[in-house]
């Protein structure tokens, strides 16, 4: 196992400790770019993302999207980003960003959206209790735009997580197979 970065210990927690509160859920994602417009164009033209507020016009490198009524899903900045190019492969920082649609029929209308705009989704796969397509944005951050299963798909028989990534074509997905 590779060492902590300086100043982090690392303990073992008790298995007495309290669990997190169930409705705690991820608000938001804070993403730094290298170029607001390109990846406005990203989130806001290909995947769809309205913005809530483009901090540019008050002298901030930053803008915030959602979907819906939400005060913001996505922001992008600049701050210690501008120019910058994306973290070499073997280094530690954001896998992906996961976004989850309602259902199958959302999420095929995103994956043929990002297909008009020319974006490349690189995996497509059957979690068993969802199913996820995966590409990167301008940035070379993770995207992963998923479905759930109804919640009796999430476990086994024995109740056990359904945990697997079975690859499959984009045309099984598109037409429901």
């Not at 901090?55 to 803008?63: F, I, N, T």
């Not at 974006?119 to 940035?139: C, F, K, N, R």
Request: charged share 25%; aromatic share 10%.
């Amino acid at each position: 196992m590779a060492p902590a970065r300086p100043g982090f210990t690392l303990r073992a927690m008790s298995t007495q400790a309290t669990p997190i509160h169930p409705a705690v859920r991820v608000g938001h994602v804070n993403l730094k770019v290298a170029d607001l417009d390109r990846s406005l164009a990203f989130y806001r033209d290909a995947l769809g993302f309205e913005v809530i507020a483009d901090a540019r016009a008050v002298g901030v490198d930053a803008v915030f999207l959602a979907a819906g009524d939400y005060h913001h899903h996505v922001a992008i900045n600049t701050w210690e980003s501008e120019g910058a190019s994306p973290p070499p492969a073997g280094h530690t920082g954001l896998y992906h960003v996961a976004f989850v649609y309602p259902d199958r029929r959302e999420l095929v209308k995103a994956v043929l959206r990002l297909r008009e705009f020319g974006h490349v989704i690189e995996q497509y796969s059957d979690h068993g209790g969802s199913v996820a397509v995966y590409l990167d944005d301008p940035d070379g951050n993770g995207v992963e735009l998923y479905y759930d299963r109804p919640r009796d798909a999430w476990r086994d028989a024995d109740g056990r997580p359904v945990l697997r990534a079975d690859h499959f074509p984009i045309n099984q997905l598109i037409n429901g197979g």
